[in-house]
């Protein structure tokens, strides 16, 4: 029992230095304020705030205090259906185009002919 105590102890040893060997010494740079995260940790990170965010927005929103706070103090936006004021745009008798003769103008009848007789 002895003997396979020392065994034991032995290969724990033997693994231990063998452990101990991959190890490498890397002095931590103190004069680096902010420690970098990986790739995957800064992404992670990203998708919760967004989230957080979006879920923090959307319930804001669909509050009915919210809503009825924002209808009495804000301003209504119109959109005018027609401009005042003189058009940015050319006179369209600037162009030969409009001066054109249509081909489909109406002819005048020379007769028209009787009714009900």
Do not use: E
Request: charged fraction near 15%; hydrophobic fraction near 45%.
């Amino acid at each position: 029992m002895k003997k396979l105590l020392w065994a034991c102890a032995a290969v724990a040893a033997v693994g231990a230095s063998a452990a101990a060997a991959d190890i490498v010494y890397k002095p931590i740079d103190t004069k680096q304020l902010v420690v970098k995260p990986s790739q995957a940790a800064a992404g992670l990170a990203a998708q919760t705030i967004s989230a957080v965010g979006q879920t923090a927005a959307g319930s804001i929103d669909n509050n009915g205090y919210v809503k009825t706070i924002n209808n009495l103090l804000s301003k209504k936006i119109r959109i005018p259906s027609f401009q005042t004021g003189p058009s940015a745009l050319p006179s369209p008798n600037v162009f030969p185009s409009t001066q054109y003769r249509s081909f489909n103008n109406p002819v005048m009848p020379i007769a028209q002919p009787a009714r009900g007789r």
